[in-house]
């Protein structure tokens, strides 16, 4: 039996992560406030729904850097993996929030179709105007020192800046058709686009994070090509029970089963293996069962 455990850069990576998130933090939850008085002083709904949204991005922002020091704590025994599942946990949780925005604010546009108010576009403008350049400057921050592709916790956190960002240039849009064409109803309308928009990306990170949560391949590993690479493997007859599995964001691990001739020589096969899961998927954590002919076993999955 092997186990080999390698997070070289992860604590890095995390470091860097809790910086963007921040720095993201800080920037929404000012926006949210002045989007809020000012929806409130342009009748806005534009306005409103997108504080709306940026409130529930503080709360998520705020989850995700919790659940990021919360994983940071050391495994115990009851917990050999540590805490590292509580950002996955915190990315599912982010992604149904975004449904429950999206969700919402279609519900309140359903009202202003009817009857759309009149809205105060140039002030509305401004105001939207500010959120929007704070919302690049928060996404830049959570891409430039943040894992936005990898880290599903830190993704969600993004994806809710971007449903801002979108939300602040919708409000713009608005405001602008309203003071040139007096179309009020682009108010509601431009909320429902930004809210279908908001949606298709939570979707895919709910997807994701089930996933994980499911213990299932992580999307990048080629399982059939790794499993014809193993059994390749000069000295081995079958390989069984191949597990590969995402702990955490940027954290893969793999376990399997090789049944090897009785001539071979275990810790020339071990590694071996070691080295084509690390050259194929980048995997350094491991854990490579050897069995000979002696060994009696039977795997649950063959």
Request: hydrophobic share 50%; proline share 2%.
């Amino acid at each position: 039996m092997h186990s080999h455990h390698h997070e070289h850069g992860h604590h890095q990576r995390r470091e860097s992560n809790k910086r963007g998130l921040t720095i993201a933090l800080v920037i929404t939850a000012s926006i949210m406030i002045l989007e809020f008085f000012g929806g409130l002083l342009t009748n806005s709904l534009a306005l409103l729904s997108d504080s709306g949204h940026m409130l529930s991005d503080s709360a998520s922002l705020a989850l995700s850097l919790f659940a990021m020091w919360f994983a940071a704590k050391p495994l115990t025994a009851k917990n050999t993996y540590g805490y590292y599942r509580v950002e996955i946990l915190a990315a599912l949780f982010n992604a149904v929030t975004l449904f429950a925005i999206a969700a919402f604010i279609i519900w309140e546009a359903v009202d202003r179709f009817r009857e759309p108010p009149e809205v105060a576009g140039g002030t509305m403008m401004i105001i939207a105007f500010i959120g929007l350049a704070a919302n690049f400057i928060s996404a830049y921050s959570l891409m430039r020192v943040g894992d936005v592709k990898e880290n599903v916790n830190v993704r969600s956190a993004y994806l809710h800046v971007i449903g801002d960002a979108l939300g602040s240039a919708g409000a713009l849009l608005a405001g602008f058709l309203m003071i040139t064409f007096s179309w009020y109803i682009a108010d509601p309308i431009i909320s429902v686009i930004v809210s279908l928009l908001i949606l298709k990306s939570a979707w895919g990170l709910l997807k994701r994070s089930i996933h994980i949560l499911m213990e299932g391949t992580p999307h990048e590993v080629d399982h059939d090509e790794l499993h014809d690479a193993l059994k390749a493997i000069p000295g081995v007859i079958r390989l069984h029970d191949l597990h590969i599995w995402t702990i955490t964001s940027g954290m893969d691990a793999l376990s399997c089963h090789l049944d090897i001739i009785d001539e071979a020589n275990e810790q020339e096969v071990l590694q071996t293996a070691i080295n084509r899961i690390k050259r194929i998927t980048g995997i350094t954590h491991t854990t490579i069962q050897i069995e000979k002919s002696t060994i009696q076993h039977d795997p649950i999955h063959k």
